[in-house]
């Protein structure tokens, strides 16, 4: 263990992952409602949650390394199986959010409904199974040499 400190982050990304669930969400009924400017904020703020969590996570595994999923069983496969699925997602999200945003700050509402219609789910799963992943890994089934309440 290197500094417990560095053992919250975790936590703490899986609360920035939720974060970003509930602002995405809250842009999307805004959106449908023609709350423009309400809209607006909530997606920024979901860019940068979603800024933050990456910042956090790389350094984190910078300094902890890989961690090791700790179940047996049927849970093993599965587990792996949504882990694969959201780091291929979280991989093509980036460039995907990259656009939607840029399309929408520089008013080309047209293109940037077209690619939110892609990017919203994406970023959507992405959000919410990094939480189910960070209760998997954590919570559900803990790394051994992990501190408890990670």
């Known amino acids: 263990m290197k500094f417990p400190a560095l053992w919250s982050l975790p ?9 970003s669930t509930a602002l995405l969400l809250c ?11 309400l809209h607006r904020f909530c997606m920024v703020a979901a ?9 956090f996570y790389l350094y984190f595994h910078a300094h902890a390394g890989v961690v090791r999923f700790g179940g047996h069983g049927w849970i093993r496969p599965a587990y792996f199986t949504l ?13 995907l959010v990259l656009i939607t945003l840029t399309r ?9 409904r077209a690619i939110a219609r ?4 994406l970023w959507l799963y ?5 939480v189910v992943i960070y209760w998997l890994l954590y919570r559900a ?10």
């Open 11 to 19: 936590l703490l990304n899986a609360w920035l992952n939720a974060a």
């Open 27 to 37: 842009g999307y009924a805004f959106i449908r409602r023609g709350r423009v400017l």
């Open 47 to 55: 860019f940068l949650s979603s800024v933050l969590f990456l910042v």
């Open 83 to 95: 882990l694969i699925s959201h780091t291929i997602l979280a991989a093509a999200i980036v460039p």
């Open 104 to 112: 929408a700050l520089r008013e080309q509402i047209a293109r940037h």
């Open 118 to 121: 892609w990017t919203l789910p």
């Open 126 to 130: 992405v959000s919410v199974t990094g």
């Open 141 to 150: 089934y803990p790394p051994v040499g992990v501190p408890p309440g990670v």
